[in-house]
């Protein structure tokens, strides 16, 4: 397709995104977190933008800025905050692409003041689980709507992708590779696989992550 098709080619479509990491909190001043800068979510919603899309982008805490005007951008922190803003945005949306990389546990308690020091013994944490955001959604999904996923696997990687389509009843998987040494977390490049629900797989070579947008969005909304 033309450049300028290409363009206008997502225009009417509302499209949910999720990215980033999700902090969830110990005490006032600590919280457990994970290294997910935002950057393949944030290229994707600036790549759907640009086609013409309206973005709601649901961003956990990273250091990035949206340009394009038609990305509203909702800021959150904890898993918690993320899937309430989804559940809230997605029956408006077409198309679901969740990008975010969110906790599985949270701690138990978040103390109201800040944890002290205890020089002669070690601090065990209990953990429990947050709520899976893609299968809550993949639960509502209308016929007509789309939901995308990501994963990333260190081992049997397409097995648990294809596990997580049926899971979370969705329509593609994005697989990030971590074969590459530029791929995946604060690497401004990354190399992915796109998996459909028949388990059709597509591989990319290892681009940098608006190239990698464009190739996604070519793929499962082209
Ligand atoms: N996801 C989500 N909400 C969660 C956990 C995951 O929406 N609480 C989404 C991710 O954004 C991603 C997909 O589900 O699109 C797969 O995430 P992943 O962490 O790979 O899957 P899990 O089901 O959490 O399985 P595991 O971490 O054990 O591999
Ligand atoms: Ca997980």
Redo the contacts with the bound molecule.
């Keep these: 397709r033309s450049y300028f098709e290409k363009q206008e080619s997502l225009s009417k479509k509302k499209i949910l995104i999720?990215a980033g990491p999700t902090y969830e909190k110990l005490d006032p001043v600590r919280f457990i977190g994970n290294y997910s800068s935002g950057k393949m979510g944030f290229a994707l919603a600036e790549e759907c933008a640009q086609r013409g899309a309206e973005v709601i982008l649901i961003s956990g805490p990273v250091s990035l800025k949206v340009s394009h005007p038609n990305i509203r951008r909702i800021d959150v922190e904890s898993?918690e905050e993320?899937?309430q803003a989804?559940i809230t945005e997605f029956p408006q949306s077409d198309v679901a692409i969740?990008?975010?990389?969110?906790?599985?546990y949270r701690p138990k308690e978040q103390a109201d003041t800040k944890l002290k020091r205890t020089d002669d013994t070690g601090l065990t944490l209990e953990l429990v689980p947050?709520?899976?955001?893609?299968?809550?959604?993949g639960k509502v999904k209308q016929p007509e709507q789309l939901l995308?996923?990501?994963?990333?696997?260190t081992n049997n990687e397409e097995q648990?992708a294809l596990k997580?389509i049926e899971?979370?009843n969705?329509d593609y998987?994005?697989l990030n590779s971590l074969q590459d040494k530029g791929a995946g977390f604060q690497h401004d490049t990354n190399k992915i696989a796109v998996i459909d629900k028949q388990g059709n797989r597509r591989n990319f070579p290892l681009k940098d992550k608006k190239a990698v947008a464009k190739d996604i969005i070519d793929q499962t909304l082209g």
């Design positions: 999720t898993a993320m899937y989804a969740l990008c975010a990389a969110v906790a599985d947050n709520k899976d955001i893609a299968a809550a959604l995308i996923g990501f994963a990333l696997e648990n997580k899971k979370k969705l998987i994005v």
